[in-house]
């Protein structure tokens, strides 16, 4: 099961910054937070990670509370194409190192 | 920018038939994943590859599913006899190393569509 908690829907207007929260509270001292969005059936796209220190890149930011609990994935200037479903995961250190998904969230970018 | 390449796009199968969808990875990378979705699910993981032995295989992956390197590029999954219930799109990923913070990139995906 997906270690992750994420609101299923958020809407967010063009232009604006759109904050994506995601709770992780049984965490483990060495997983990686990942982000990742699906655009309509699209592979997932890898956007950001991080382990505990904040994150940015072209793409996005990537803020992780002290306790690392929770995270929140920033999109600075939202356009129409940011609209997609965000999966906030968990990277599992065991063998493999799989991904589990999640529902995700479903970010409606409206003009 | 290096990606994930997958073929067939889309394929239609009768019911019973054998299926063979084909990726090539990241060229410098060395684990390998298949995760499917079905329509309006959740991305579920199938298998994880690396060094010419399955990883990790979840429930999903029965013995009608099997993964193969046939040769340095190439990453196959194959289904043996399909059933309705395959019908789904199918990612090939990959990442150039196993620990938690090596980014694992996924293909465009391959629909398979079983009739």
């Known amino acids: 099961d997906a270690k992750t908690t994420q609101p299923p829907s958020m809407d967010c207007a063009e232009g604006r910054a759109a904050n994506l929260p995601c709770n992780h509270s049984t965490i483990s001292g060495n997983e990686y937070v990942y982000w990742y969005r699906q655009i309509h059936s699209q592979g997932p796209q890898y956007i950001i990670h991080?382990?505990?220190n904040n994150e940015t890149n072209e793409m996005a930011s990537l803020i992780i509370t002290e306790d690392r609990k929770s995270s929140t994935l920033i999109l600075p200037h939202a356009t129409l194409r940011d609209t997609a479903v965000y999966y906030c995961?968990?990277?599992?250190?065991?063998?493999?190192?799989?991904?589990?998904f999640g529902q995700g969230t479903e970010l409606s970018v409206k003009p | 920018e290096p990606e994930v390449t997958q073929t067939p796009s889309h394929q239609v199968t009768q019911m019973g038939q054998e299926v063979i969808l084909r990726c090539v990875p990241i060229s410098n990378h060395l684990y390998f994943y298949w995760y499917r979705q079905i329509l309006g699910q959740k991305v579920e993981f199938l298998v994880s590859f690396y060094n010419n032995e399955i990883s990790e295989k979840s429930e999903i992956f029965d013995d009608q599913f099997s993964v193969e390197r046939p040769d340095g590029s190439n990453f196959t999954l194959k289904i043996r006899s399909t059933k309705l219930e395959d019908s789904a799109m199918y990612f090939c990923a990959s990442s150039e190393r196993f620990s938690s913070g090596n980014t694992i990139y996924f293909g465009e995906g391959s629909w398979l569509t079983v009739v």
């Open positions: 991080g382990l505990k």
């Open positions: 995961i968990v990277r599992d250190q065991n063998q493999g190192g799989k991904l589990i």
